[in-house]
Protein backbone atom coordinates (compact mmCIF):
# COMPACT_ATOMS: atom_id res chain seq x y z
CA UNK A 1 0.00 0.00 0.00
CA UNK A 2 1.59 3.32 -0.67
CA UNK A 3 1.01 6.22 1.03
CA UNK A 4 1.88 10.11 -0.37
CA UNK A 5 3.86 11.04 2.50
CA UNK A 6 2.32 14.70 2.38
CA UNK A 7 -0.58 15.29 1.35
CA UNK A 8 -3.10 18.78 0.83
CA UNK A 9 -4.99 17.09 3.60
CA UNK A 10 -2.67 17.58 6.60
CA UNK A 11 -4.70 21.01 7.45
CA UNK A 12 -8.07 18.66 7.59
CA UNK A 13 -6.44 15.95 9.25
CA UNK A 14 -5.59 18.40 12.44
CA UNK A 15 -9.18 19.25 12.55
CA UNK A 16 -10.52 16.00 12.63
CA UNK A 17 -8.22 14.93 15.44
CA UNK A 18 -9.57 17.50 17.77
CA UNK A 19 -13.05 15.44 17.96
CA UNK A 20 -11.54 11.68 17.91
CA UNK A 21 -14.71 10.89 19.57
CA UNK A 22 -16.97 12.12 17.96
CA UNK A 23 -15.32 11.05 14.85
CA UNK A 24 -17.70 7.62 14.07
CA UNK A 25 -20.93 9.92 15.07
CA UNK A 26 -19.90 12.35 12.19
CA UNK A 27 -19.08 9.60 9.74
CA UNK A 28 -22.90 8.20 10.41
CA UNK A 29 -24.32 11.37 10.51
CA UNK A 30 -25.31 11.63 6.66
CA UNK A 31 -26.95 8.51 6.21
CA UNK A 32 -28.52 9.37 9.93
CA UNK A 33 -30.21 12.43 8.84
CA UNK A 34 -31.66 11.16 5.38
CA UNK A 35 -32.69 8.29 7.07
CA UNK A 36 -34.23 9.46 9.65
CA UNK A 37 -36.13 12.66 7.78
CA UNK A 38 -37.31 10.26 4.51
CA UNK A 39 -38.28 6.71 6.52
CA UNK A 40 -37.87 6.68 10.27
CA UNK A 41 -39.97 10.48 10.99
CA UNK A 42 -42.50 9.98 8.17
CA UNK A 43 -43.16 6.37 9.66
CA UNK A 44 -44.17 7.48 12.52
CA UNK A 45 -45.52 11.13 11.20
CA UNK A 46 -47.94 8.38 8.80
CA UNK A 47 -49.16 6.09 11.54
CA UNK A 48 -49.79 9.12 13.50
CA UNK A 49 -52.06 11.14 10.70
CA UNK A 50 -53.91 7.85 9.93
CA UNK A 51 -55.62 8.56 13.31
CA UNK A 52 -57.00 12.05 12.01
CA UNK A 53 -60.00 12.58 9.43
CA UNK A 54 -58.07 15.00 7.06
CA UNK A 55 -60.01 15.90 3.36
CA UNK A 56 -61.91 17.76 1.11
CA UNK A 57 -64.84 17.79 3.98
CA UNK A 58 -62.61 18.56 6.64
CA UNK A 59 -59.36 20.69 6.17
CA UNK A 60 -58.44 21.01 9.88
CA UNK A 61 -57.09 17.48 11.02
CA UNK A 62 -59.78 16.29 13.82
CA UNK A 63 -58.86 13.19 15.61
CA UNK A 64 -60.69 10.07 14.87
CA UNK A 65 -58.66 7.56 16.61
CA UNK A 66 -59.26 4.17 14.16
CA UNK A 67 -62.14 5.75 11.94
CA UNK A 68 -59.86 5.78 9.01
CA UNK A 69 -59.16 2.13 8.99
CA UNK A 70 -63.13 1.28 9.74
CA UNK A 71 -64.03 3.62 6.94
CA UNK A 72 -61.28 1.24 4.98
CA UNK A 73 -62.92 -2.17 6.23
CA UNK A 74 -66.23 -0.81 5.56
CA UNK A 75 -65.96 0.11 2.11
CA UNK A 76 -66.74 -2.62 -0.60
CA UNK A 77 -64.00 -0.88 -3.04
CA UNK A 78 -60.85 -1.12 -0.47
CA UNK A 79 -62.57 -4.66 0.15
CA UNK A 80 -62.06 -5.06 -4.15
CA UNK A 81 -58.19 -3.30 -3.71
CA UNK A 82 -57.33 -6.07 -0.67
CA UNK A 83 -58.48 -9.03 -3.43
CA UNK A 84 -57.25 -7.85 -6.43
CA UNK A 85 -53.52 -7.53 -4.27
CA UNK A 86 -54.00 -10.93 -2.76
CA UNK A 87 -54.92 -12.84 -6.33
CA UNK A 88 -52.42 -10.85 -8.03
CA UNK A 89 -49.72 -11.75 -5.67
CA UNK A 90 -50.78 -15.45 -5.22
CA UNK A 91 -50.90 -15.54 -9.14
CA UNK A 92 -47.74 -13.88 -10.33
CA UNK A 93 -45.81 -14.98 -7.62
CA UNK A 94 -45.96 -18.94 -8.27
CA UNK A 95 -46.31 -19.18 -11.58
CA UNK A 96 -43.06 -16.47 -11.81
CA UNK A 97 -41.13 -18.59 -9.67
CA UNK A 98 -41.77 -21.90 -11.12
CA UNK A 99 -41.61 -20.94 -14.77
CA UNK A 100 -38.15 -19.17 -13.43
CA UNK A 101 -37.14 -22.79 -12.14
CA UNK A 102 -38.30 -24.66 -15.36
CA UNK A 103 -35.90 -22.57 -17.30
CA UNK A 104 -33.14 -22.19 -15.29
CA UNK A 105 -33.00 -26.25 -15.56
CA UNK A 106 -33.62 -26.30 -19.15
CA UNK A 107 -30.75 -23.68 -19.96
CA UNK A 108 -28.42 -25.24 -17.49
CA UNK A 109 -27.12 -27.44 -19.90
CA UNK A 110 -24.60 -27.32 -23.17
CA UNK A 111 -26.47 -25.05 -25.26
CA UNK A 112 -25.91 -23.34 -28.58
CA UNK A 113 -26.97 -19.99 -29.08
CA UNK A 114 -27.44 -19.68 -24.34
CA UNK A 115 -26.41 -16.19 -24.19
CA UNK A 116 -29.52 -15.13 -26.74
CA UNK A 117 -32.10 -17.56 -24.44
CA UNK A 118 -30.46 -15.41 -21.01
CA UNK A 119 -30.97 -12.47 -23.70
CA UNK A 120 -34.50 -13.16 -24.28
CA UNK A 121 -35.83 -13.94 -20.90
CA UNK A 122 -33.48 -11.57 -19.06
CA UNK A 123 -34.18 -7.97 -21.44
CA UNK A 124 -37.32 -7.71 -19.46
CA UNK A 125 -35.81 -7.25 -16.22
CA UNK A 126 -34.13 -3.62 -17.21
CA UNK A 127 -36.79 -2.33 -18.99
CA UNK A 128 -38.78 0.24 -16.69
CA UNK A 129 -42.17 -0.78 -15.90
CA UNK A 130 -43.31 2.01 -17.24
CA UNK A 131 -42.55 1.15 -20.87
CA UNK A 132 -42.94 -2.57 -20.36
CA UNK A 133 -46.53 -1.52 -19.32
CA UNK A 134 -46.64 0.47 -22.49
CA UNK A 135 -45.51 -1.86 -25.03
CA UNK A 136 -48.03 -3.99 -23.43
CA UNK A 137 -50.89 -1.85 -23.82
CA UNK A 138 -50.08 -2.10 -27.24
CA UNK A 139 -49.93 -5.95 -26.91
CA UNK A 140 -53.32 -6.03 -25.96
CA UNK A 141 -55.19 -3.48 -27.96
CA UNK A 142 -58.51 -4.82 -29.15
CA UNK A 143 -58.55 -6.04 -32.97
CA UNK A 144 -54.90 -6.42 -34.00
CA UNK A 145 -52.86 -6.19 -30.73
CA UNK A 146 -50.79 -9.60 -30.55
CA UNK A 147 -52.57 -11.21 -27.91
CA UNK A 148 -55.93 -10.74 -29.74
CA UNK A 149 -54.06 -12.31 -33.02
CA UNK A 150 -52.46 -15.16 -31.08
CA UNK A 151 -55.78 -16.31 -30.00
CA UNK A 152 -57.58 -16.18 -33.01
CA UNK A 153 -55.07 -18.26 -34.38
CA UNK A 154 -56.82 -20.56 -32.04
CA UNK A 155 -60.06 -19.69 -32.96
CA UNK A 156 -60.61 -18.05 -29.64
CA UNK A 157 -62.45 -14.85 -30.29
CA UNK A 158 -60.73 -11.83 -29.49
CA UNK A 159 -60.78 -10.14 -26.28
CA UNK A 160 -60.70 -6.83 -25.26
CA UNK A 161 -58.34 -7.73 -22.48
CA UNK A 162 -58.10 -3.95 -20.44
CA UNK A 163 -62.09 -3.12 -20.47
CA UNK A 164 -63.07 -6.56 -19.69
CA UNK A 165 -62.93 -6.52 -15.63
CA UNK A 166 -62.55 -10.27 -15.75
CA UNK A 167 -59.50 -10.15 -17.94
CA UNK A 168 -57.79 -7.05 -17.09
CA UNK A 169 -56.35 -8.13 -14.06
CA UNK A 170 -55.27 -11.44 -15.78
CA UNK A 171 -53.66 -8.88 -18.27
CA UNK A 172 -51.63 -7.67 -15.49
CA UNK A 173 -50.59 -10.86 -14.12
CA UNK A 174 -49.12 -11.76 -17.89
CA UNK A 175 -47.29 -8.85 -17.95
CA UNK A 176 -45.75 -9.36 -14.38
CA UNK A 177 -44.46 -12.62 -15.00
CA UNK A 178 -43.26 -11.24 -18.18
CA UNK A 179 -41.45 -8.68 -16.49
CA UNK A 180 -39.62 -10.75 -13.32
CA UNK A 181 -39.50 -14.23 -14.67
CA UNK A 182 -36.02 -13.93 -15.94
CA UNK A 183 -35.01 -12.23 -12.83
CA UNK A 184 -35.73 -15.23 -10.63
CA UNK A 185 -34.06 -17.22 -13.70
CA UNK A 186 -30.59 -16.07 -13.06
CA UNK A 187 -30.58 -16.58 -9.18
CA UNK A 188 -31.81 -20.08 -9.96
CA UNK A 189 -28.93 -20.58 -12.82
CA UNK A 190 -26.84 -19.33 -10.20
CA UNK A 191 -27.89 -21.55 -7.70
CA UNK A 192 -27.52 -24.17 -10.42
CA UNK A 193 -23.68 -23.64 -10.90
CA UNK A 194 -23.35 -23.59 -7.50
CA UNK A 195 -24.15 -27.21 -7.28
CA UNK A 196 -21.64 -29.67 -6.40
CA UNK A 197 -21.42 -32.17 -9.26
CA UNK A 198 -19.70 -34.93 -7.71
CA UNK A 199 -23.10 -35.36 -5.31
CA UNK A 200 -24.96 -35.86 -8.69
CA UNK A 201 -22.39 -38.11 -10.01
CA UNK A 202 -22.74 -40.41 -7.39
CA UNK A 203 -26.37 -40.36 -7.58
CA UNK A 204 -26.13 -41.50 -11.37
CA UNK A 205 -23.68 -44.10 -10.73
CA UNK A 206 -25.92 -45.65 -8.05
CA UNK A 207 -28.60 -45.65 -10.63
CA UNK A 208 -30.76 -42.03 -9.64
CA UNK A 209 -33.27 -41.23 -12.52
CA UNK A 210 -33.15 -37.68 -13.59
CA UNK A 211 -36.66 -37.42 -12.04
CA UNK A 212 -35.10 -38.96 -8.54
CA UNK A 213 -31.83 -36.43 -8.50
CA UNK A 214 -33.90 -33.33 -9.26
CA UNK A 215 -36.63 -34.57 -6.16
CA UNK A 216 -34.21 -35.08 -4.08
CA UNK A 217 -30.80 -33.05 -4.80
CA UNK A 218 -31.89 -30.20 -6.68
CA UNK A 219 -35.01 -28.99 -5.66
CA UNK A 220 -33.77 -29.27 -1.44
CA UNK A 221 -30.74 -27.90 -2.84
CA UNK A 222 -32.39 -24.92 -4.28
CA UNK A 223 -34.79 -24.15 -1.41
CA UNK A 224 -32.36 -21.09 -0.10
CA UNK A 225 -32.66 -19.95 -3.58
CA UNK A 226 -36.67 -19.99 -3.56
CA UNK A 227 -37.21 -18.69 0.01
CA UNK A 228 -35.45 -15.76 -1.53
CA UNK A 229 -36.89 -15.04 -4.75
CA UNK A 230 -40.27 -15.62 -3.32
CA UNK A 231 -40.08 -13.08 -0.74
CA UNK A 232 -38.77 -10.35 -3.23
CA UNK A 233 -41.63 -11.19 -5.56
CA UNK A 234 -44.24 -10.66 -2.95
CA UNK A 235 -42.72 -7.10 -2.24
CA UNK A 236 -42.57 -6.45 -5.49
CA UNK A 237 -46.31 -7.57 -6.32
CA UNK A 238 -47.43 -5.96 -3.53
CA UNK A 239 -45.72 -2.77 -4.56
CA UNK A 240 -47.45 -3.02 -7.87
CA UNK A 241 -48.58 0.56 -9.04
CA UNK A 242 -46.79 1.48 -12.76
CA UNK A 243 -48.56 -0.68 -15.03
CA UNK A 244 -51.44 0.28 -13.40
CA UNK A 245 -51.22 3.62 -13.89
CA UNK A 246 -50.16 3.21 -17.65
CA UNK A 247 -52.71 0.64 -18.25
CA UNK A 248 -55.97 0.79 -16.80
CA UNK A 249 -56.02 3.29 -14.30
CA UNK A 250 -57.42 0.58 -11.82
CA UNK A 251 -60.46 0.66 -13.67
CA UNK A 252 -62.74 -1.07 -15.12
CA UNK A 253 -64.76 -0.64 -12.18
CA UNK A 254 -61.57 -1.08 -9.84
CA UNK A 255 -61.26 -4.71 -11.58
CA UNK A 256 -57.25 -4.08 -11.47
CA UNK A 257 -56.99 -1.23 -8.34
CA UNK A 258 -54.47 -2.39 -5.92
CA UNK A 259 -52.69 -1.17 -2.59
CA UNK A 260 -50.11 0.90 -3.71
CA UNK A 261 -52.80 2.73 -6.68
CA UNK A 262 -55.02 2.65 -4.11
CA UNK A 263 -53.00 4.74 -1.86
CA UNK A 264 -51.87 7.38 -4.45
CA UNK A 265 -55.68 7.43 -5.82
CA UNK A 266 -56.85 8.28 -2.29
CA UNK A 267 -54.32 10.94 -1.83
CA UNK A 268 -54.07 12.64 -5.44
CA UNK A 269 -57.37 11.92 -6.58
CA UNK A 270 -59.42 12.09 -3.39
CA UNK A 271 -57.26 14.14 -1.98
CA UNK A 272 -58.02 11.99 1.29
CA UNK A 273 -55.08 12.30 3.37
CA UNK A 274 -56.29 10.16 6.52
CA UNK A 275 -57.48 7.76 4.25
CA UNK A 276 -54.10 7.82 2.32
CA UNK A 277 -51.79 7.79 5.70
CA UNK A 278 -54.27 4.35 6.64
CA UNK A 279 -53.64 2.59 3.85
CA UNK A 280 -49.84 3.23 4.01
CA UNK A 281 -49.55 1.59 7.33
CA UNK A 282 -51.88 -1.40 6.06
CA UNK A 283 -49.10 -1.64 3.68
CA UNK A 284 -46.38 -1.20 5.00
CA UNK A 285 -47.86 -3.51 8.10
CA UNK A 286 -47.86 -5.95 5.39
CA UNK A 287 -44.76 -5.82 3.72
CA UNK A 288 -43.01 -5.89 7.05
CA UNK A 289 -43.51 -9.02 7.29
CA UNK A 290 -42.11 -10.12 4.25
CA UNK A 291 -39.56 -7.30 4.30
CA UNK A 292 -38.43 -8.83 7.99
CA UNK A 293 -37.93 -12.22 6.45
CA UNK A 294 -36.17 -11.27 3.77
CA UNK A 295 -33.61 -9.21 5.41
CA UNK A 296 -33.46 -12.28 8.18
CA UNK A 297 -32.34 -14.46 5.22
CA UNK A 298 -29.70 -12.13 3.65
CA UNK A 299 -28.38 -11.44 7.48
CA UNK A 300 -27.95 -15.57 7.57
CA UNK A 301 -26.35 -16.10 3.99
CA UNK A 302 -24.30 -12.79 4.80
CA UNK A 303 -22.72 -14.13 7.24
CA UNK A 304 -21.94 -18.43 5.81
CA UNK A 305 -19.67 -16.54 3.06
CA UNK B 1 -22.07 -18.18 -16.03
CA UNK B 2 -21.37 -21.34 -18.73
CA UNK B 3 -18.10 -21.88 -17.66
CA UNK B 4 -18.43 -25.00 -15.29
CA UNK B 5 -16.62 -28.06 -17.41
CA UNK B 6 -19.30 -30.46 -18.06
CA UNK B 7 -18.81 -33.79 -20.79
CA UNK B 8 -19.56 -32.90 -23.54
CA UNK B 9 -22.32 -35.25 -24.76
CA UNK B 10 -23.07 -33.29 -28.02
CA UNK B 11 -20.86 -35.03 -29.91
CA UNK B 12 -22.49 -38.62 -29.70
CA UNK B 13 -24.25 -39.87 -32.98
CA UNK B 14 -28.27 -39.18 -32.51
CA UNK B 15 -30.44 -41.94 -30.87
CA UNK B 16 -34.06 -42.10 -30.18
CA UNK B 17 -33.97 -42.72 -26.70
CA UNK B 18 -36.56 -41.59 -23.48
CA UNK B 19 -33.55 -39.11 -22.16
CA UNK B 20 -32.96 -37.77 -26.01
CA UNK B 21 -36.74 -37.04 -26.46
CA UNK B 22 -37.09 -35.53 -23.47
CA UNK B 23 -34.38 -33.40 -24.31
CA UNK B 24 -35.22 -32.38 -27.88
CA UNK B 25 -38.57 -31.12 -26.18
CA UNK B 26 -37.06 -29.44 -23.78
CA UNK B 27 -35.27 -27.50 -26.34
CA UNK B 28 -38.71 -26.85 -28.25
CA UNK B 29 -40.16 -25.63 -25.08
CA UNK B 30 -37.33 -23.06 -24.48
CA UNK B 31 -37.73 -22.00 -27.88
CA UNK B 32 -40.97 -21.39 -27.89
CA UNK B 33 -41.01 -18.78 -24.42
CA UNK B 34 -38.07 -17.58 -25.67
CA UNK B 35 -39.82 -16.14 -29.01
CA UNK B 36 -42.83 -15.67 -27.10
CA UNK B 37 -40.61 -13.67 -24.89
CA UNK B 38 -38.94 -11.69 -27.08
CA UNK B 39 -42.37 -10.77 -29.14
CA UNK B 40 -42.96 -7.87 -27.81
CA UNK B 41 -39.78 -5.89 -28.00
CA UNK B 42 -39.34 -7.12 -31.42
CA UNK B 43 -43.02 -6.16 -32.23
CA UNK B 44 -42.47 -2.51 -30.80
CA UNK B 45 -39.69 -1.88 -32.58
CA UNK B 46 -41.41 -2.89 -35.98
CA UNK B 47 -44.24 -0.65 -35.34
CA UNK B 48 -41.90 2.12 -34.53
CA UNK B 49 -40.50 2.59 -37.99
CA UNK B 50 -44.37 1.60 -39.27
CA UNK B 51 -45.18 4.48 -41.81
CA UNK B 52 -47.33 6.94 -39.93
CA UNK B 53 -50.12 6.99 -43.10
CA UNK B 54 -50.23 3.44 -42.61
CA UNK B 55 -53.31 2.27 -40.44
CA UNK B 56 -52.23 -0.56 -38.74
CA UNK B 57 -54.31 -3.80 -38.60
CA UNK B 58 -54.39 -7.44 -38.76
CA UNK B 59 -52.76 -7.89 -42.33
CA UNK B 60 -50.08 -4.71 -42.02
CA UNK B 61 -49.53 -5.55 -38.42
CA UNK B 62 -45.05 -5.28 -39.01
CA UNK B 63 -43.25 -2.74 -41.13
CA UNK B 64 -45.74 -1.59 -43.32
CA UNK B 65 -44.51 -0.93 -46.94
CA UNK B 66 -41.42 1.43 -45.97
CA UNK B 67 -39.87 1.46 -42.67
CA UNK B 68 -39.46 5.19 -42.17
CA UNK B 69 -37.57 7.16 -38.79
CA UNK B 70 -40.43 9.90 -38.83
CA UNK B 71 -42.33 8.48 -35.86
CA UNK B 72 -39.19 9.23 -33.91
CA UNK B 73 -38.31 12.59 -35.22
CA UNK B 74 -42.19 13.56 -34.59
CA UNK B 75 -41.69 11.57 -31.32
CA UNK B 76 -38.79 14.20 -30.09
CA UNK B 77 -41.25 17.34 -31.64
CA UNK B 78 -43.57 16.69 -29.46
CA UNK B 79 -41.96 15.48 -26.16
CA UNK B 80 -38.68 16.83 -24.67
CA UNK B 81 -37.06 13.57 -24.51
CA UNK B 82 -33.44 15.07 -24.69
CA UNK B 83 -34.68 17.39 -21.56
CA UNK B 84 -36.23 14.08 -20.22
CA UNK B 85 -32.83 12.10 -20.75
CA UNK B 86 -30.91 15.23 -18.85
CA UNK B 87 -33.02 15.14 -15.85
CA UNK B 88 -32.87 11.53 -15.47
CA UNK B 89 -28.86 11.27 -15.82
CA UNK B 90 -28.59 13.96 -13.36
CA UNK B 91 -31.09 12.35 -10.97
CA UNK B 92 -29.39 8.94 -11.33
CA UNK B 93 -26.26 10.32 -10.64
CA UNK B 94 -26.52 12.64 -8.43
CA UNK B 95 -28.28 10.17 -5.71
CA UNK B 96 -25.12 7.46 -6.90
CA UNK B 97 -22.84 10.16 -6.24
CA UNK B 98 -24.02 10.90 -2.86
CA UNK B 99 -25.10 7.32 -1.79
CA UNK B 100 -21.37 6.27 -1.92
CA UNK B 101 -20.02 9.04 -0.36
CA UNK B 102 -22.82 8.47 2.40
CA UNK B 103 -22.21 4.46 2.47
CA UNK B 104 -18.57 4.78 2.55
CA UNK B 105 -18.35 6.91 5.62
CA UNK B 106 -21.34 5.18 7.65
CA UNK B 107 -19.75 1.94 6.53
CA UNK B 108 -16.36 2.86 7.72
CA UNK B 109 -17.57 3.38 11.20
CA UNK B 110 -19.70 0.48 11.48
CA UNK B 111 -16.63 -1.68 10.47
CA UNK B 112 -13.85 -0.37 12.31
CA UNK B 113 -15.15 1.83 15.26
CA UNK B 114 -16.40 1.03 18.74
CA UNK B 115 -18.80 3.77 19.94
CA UNK B 116 -21.71 4.05 22.17
CA UNK B 117 -25.34 3.49 20.56
CA UNK B 118 -23.36 2.04 17.84
CA UNK B 119 -25.83 -1.13 17.55
CA UNK B 120 -28.94 0.76 17.75
CA UNK B 121 -27.96 3.43 15.23
CA UNK B 122 -26.96 0.54 13.08
CA UNK B 123 -30.46 -0.35 13.62
CA UNK B 124 -32.55 1.97 13.04
CA UNK B 125 -30.34 3.07 9.60
CA UNK B 126 -31.54 -0.92 8.47
CA UNK B 127 -35.06 0.11 9.60
CA UNK B 128 -35.14 1.52 5.97
CA UNK B 129 -34.92 -1.29 4.26
CA UNK B 130 -37.73 -2.93 6.29
CA UNK B 131 -40.17 0.36 5.52
CA UNK B 132 -40.18 0.72 1.49
CA UNK B 133 -39.94 4.06 0.21
CA UNK B 134 -43.14 3.35 -1.74
CA UNK B 135 -45.66 3.63 1.36
CA UNK B 136 -43.68 6.37 2.58
CA UNK B 137 -44.56 9.10 -0.08
CA UNK B 138 -47.63 10.89 1.84
CA UNK B 139 -45.35 12.17 3.99
CA UNK B 140 -42.80 12.25 2.00
CA UNK B 141 -44.76 14.34 0.05
CA UNK B 142 -45.88 16.69 2.66
CA UNK B 143 -41.46 16.91 3.62
CA UNK B 144 -41.34 17.84 0.25
CA UNK B 145 -44.05 20.51 -0.04
CA UNK B 146 -42.56 21.91 3.09
CA UNK B 147 -39.16 22.26 2.23
CA UNK B 148 -40.11 24.45 -0.91
CA UNK B 149 -38.69 21.80 -3.18
CA UNK B 150 -41.42 20.23 -4.98
CA UNK B 151 -40.74 19.72 -8.91
CA UNK B 152 -37.25 20.36 -8.74
CA UNK B 153 -34.53 17.53 -9.71
CA UNK B 154 -33.58 17.13 -5.84
CA UNK B 155 -36.69 16.57 -4.85
CA UNK B 156 -36.81 13.44 -7.05
CA UNK B 157 -33.37 12.74 -5.61
CA UNK B 158 -33.17 13.68 -1.13
CA UNK B 159 -35.10 10.73 -0.25
CA UNK B 160 -32.46 8.48 -1.62
CA UNK B 161 -29.20 10.30 -0.20
CA UNK B 162 -28.41 8.25 2.67
CA UNK B 163 -29.14 4.00 2.20
CA UNK B 164 -29.03 1.36 4.52
CA UNK B 165 -28.39 -1.36 1.73
CA UNK B 166 -25.36 0.41 1.01
CA UNK B 167 -24.05 1.03 4.60
CA UNK B 168 -25.13 -2.82 5.11
CA UNK B 169 -23.22 -3.88 2.46
CA UNK B 170 -19.88 -1.43 3.03
CA UNK B 171 -19.93 -2.22 6.65
CA UNK B 172 -19.59 -5.91 5.41
CA UNK B 173 -16.69 -5.15 3.21
CA UNK B 174 -15.00 -3.21 5.12
CA UNK B 175 -14.66 -5.38 7.60
CA UNK B 176 -13.06 -8.01 5.04
CA UNK B 177 -9.95 -6.01 4.93
CA UNK B 178 -7.01 -6.87 7.21
CA UNK B 179 -6.64 -4.77 10.60
CA UNK B 180 -2.84 -4.64 10.17
CA UNK B 181 -3.25 -2.33 6.93
CA UNK B 182 -5.18 0.43 8.64
CA UNK B 183 -2.45 0.11 11.95
CA UNK B 184 0.09 0.41 9.12
CA UNK B 185 -1.62 3.04 7.39
CA UNK B 186 -2.06 4.86 10.77
CA UNK B 187 1.20 4.44 12.23
CA UNK B 188 2.87 5.93 8.56
CA UNK B 189 0.40 8.94 9.99
CA UNK B 190 -2.08 8.65 7.78
CA UNK B 191 -5.51 10.45 9.06
CA UNK B 192 -8.73 8.45 9.00
CA UNK B 193 -10.08 9.96 5.39
CA UNK B 194 -6.10 8.89 3.59
CA UNK B 195 -6.71 5.64 5.69
CA UNK B 196 -10.69 5.24 4.12
CA UNK B 197 -9.20 5.85 0.67
CA UNK B 198 -5.92 4.40 0.41
CA UNK B 199 -6.57 1.00 2.45
CA UNK B 200 -10.22 0.57 2.40
CA UNK B 201 -11.98 1.94 -0.33
CA UNK B 202 -9.57 -0.13 -3.63
CA UNK B 203 -10.84 -3.85 -2.02
CA UNK B 204 -14.06 -2.60 -1.90
CA UNK B 205 -14.39 -1.72 -5.85
CA UNK B 206 -16.49 -4.75 -6.71
CA UNK B 207 -19.17 -4.25 -4.28
CA UNK B 208 -19.18 -0.58 -4.96
CA UNK B 209 -19.78 -1.19 -8.51
CA UNK B 210 -22.70 -3.90 -7.80
CA UNK B 211 -24.08 -1.56 -5.68
CA UNK B 212 -23.73 1.62 -8.07
CA UNK B 213 -25.33 -0.89 -11.16
CA UNK B 214 -28.41 -1.78 -8.77
CA UNK B 215 -28.82 1.91 -7.64
CA UNK B 216 -28.36 3.42 -11.34
CA UNK B 217 -31.07 0.75 -12.65
CA UNK B 218 -33.15 0.80 -9.37
CA UNK B 219 -33.75 4.92 -10.01
CA UNK B 220 -33.37 4.92 -13.88
CA UNK B 221 -36.55 3.03 -14.05
CA UNK B 222 -38.43 4.55 -10.71
CA UNK B 223 -41.65 6.06 -11.31
CA UNK B 224 -43.93 6.57 -8.74
CA UNK B 225 -42.03 8.86 -6.48
CA UNK B 226 -40.98 11.29 -9.46
CA UNK B 227 -44.72 11.32 -10.62
CA UNK B 228 -45.67 12.52 -7.04
CA UNK B 229 -42.96 15.00 -6.82
CA UNK B 230 -42.71 16.76 -10.28
CA UNK B 231 -45.02 18.74 -12.47
CA UNK B 232 -43.06 19.85 -15.46
CA UNK B 233 -40.31 19.42 -18.30
CA UNK B 234 -37.66 20.71 -16.21
CA UNK B 235 -37.55 18.06 -13.54
CA UNK B 236 -39.55 15.07 -14.73
CA UNK B 237 -37.21 12.01 -15.56
CA UNK B 238 -38.21 9.60 -18.70
CA UNK B 239 -40.29 7.38 -16.83
CA UNK B 240 -43.08 9.81 -16.24
CA UNK B 241 -41.97 12.06 -19.41
CA UNK B 242 -43.40 8.80 -21.07
CA UNK B 243 -46.35 8.49 -19.30
CA UNK B 244 -46.92 11.96 -19.70
CA UNK B 245 -46.29 11.33 -23.71
CA UNK B 246 -48.22 8.70 -24.32
CA UNK B 247 -51.21 9.86 -22.18
CA UNK B 248 -51.54 13.59 -24.60
CA UNK B 249 -54.63 13.60 -26.18
CA UNK B 250 -53.10 14.36 -29.30
CA UNK B 251 -51.26 11.11 -29.49
CA UNK B 252 -54.46 9.01 -29.09
CA UNK B 253 -53.69 5.19 -30.27
CA UNK B 254 -51.24 6.18 -32.77
CA UNK B 255 -49.12 3.45 -32.02
CA UNK B 256 -46.49 3.72 -34.65
CA UNK B 257 -45.59 7.61 -32.70
CA UNK B 258 -45.96 5.57 -29.20
CA UNK B 259 -43.92 2.46 -29.62
CA UNK B 260 -41.11 5.00 -30.90
CA UNK B 261 -40.94 7.16 -27.80
CA UNK B 262 -40.52 3.73 -25.97
CA UNK B 263 -38.16 2.87 -27.91
CA UNK B 264 -36.25 6.44 -27.82
CA UNK B 265 -36.22 5.97 -23.81
CA UNK B 266 -35.28 2.19 -23.67
CA UNK B 267 -33.10 2.03 -26.92
CA UNK B 268 -29.88 3.21 -25.25
CA UNK B 269 -30.43 1.23 -22.19
CA UNK B 270 -31.28 -2.34 -24.18
CA UNK B 271 -27.99 -1.45 -26.25
CA UNK B 272 -26.20 -1.23 -22.63
CA UNK B 273 -27.44 -3.86 -21.63
CA UNK B 274 -26.03 -6.29 -24.79
CA UNK B 275 -22.70 -4.74 -24.72
CA UNK B 276 -22.23 -4.95 -20.95
CA UNK B 277 -25.31 -8.51 -20.09
CA UNK B 278 -22.71 -9.87 -17.95
CA UNK B 279 -21.50 -7.31 -15.75
CA UNK B 280 -25.26 -6.41 -15.69
CA UNK B 281 -26.92 -9.85 -14.91
CA UNK B 282 -24.08 -10.12 -12.09
CA UNK B 283 -24.67 -6.78 -10.36
CA UNK B 284 -28.47 -7.96 -10.24
CA UNK B 285 -27.61 -11.59 -8.74
CA UNK B 286 -25.19 -9.68 -5.90
CA UNK B 287 -28.06 -6.85 -4.90
CA UNK B 288 -31.28 -8.64 -4.43
CA UNK B 289 -32.61 -5.94 -2.39
CA UNK B 290 -32.27 -2.97 -4.17
Redesign the interface.
Known amino acids: MRLRPRTPDTRTERRFRIGAAALPYLLIAPTLLFVAVFTLFPAIRVFYDSLFLQNQAVQEPQFTGFGNYAALFQDPTFHQVIINTVIYVFATVPLSVFLALVLALLLNQKLRALGLYRLAFFYPTILPMVSAATIWLFMYTPGYGLVNVFIEFFHIQSQNWLGDPNLALIALIILGIWKQTGYFMIFYLAGLQGLPHDIFEAASLDGASAIQSARYLTFPLLAGTTLFVTTIAVVNAFETVDQIYIMTGGGPNNATSMLLFNLWQTLFSFLDNGKASAISVILIAVLLIFTVTNFLYTERRGSYE | ??K?P?P???RRPFRFTP?SI?NAL??I??AV???G?????L??LA?SVHPPDEP???AN?WFGSHPTLTNYAQAFQIAPFAQYYVNTIIIVFGILVVQL???S??G???AR?Q?RG?NI?FF????????????????????IRQLHLFDTLLAVM???????FG?FLMR?TFRTVPRD?DD??RM???????TLW??YIPPARPAMIAFALSSI?FH??D??WP??VTNSTSSRP???G??VF?QLGEIG?Q?PL??A??II??GP??LL??IF?RQ??ES??HS??K
Open positions: MNNKDRSKSGLVLIAVWAIPMWAVLSALVTILAYAFFFQLLILLQLMVPSSALIVPNYSTLPFFGSATQLAADGANWLQYVSWNFLLVLTVLATAWVTGTVVLLFLQFIFLGL
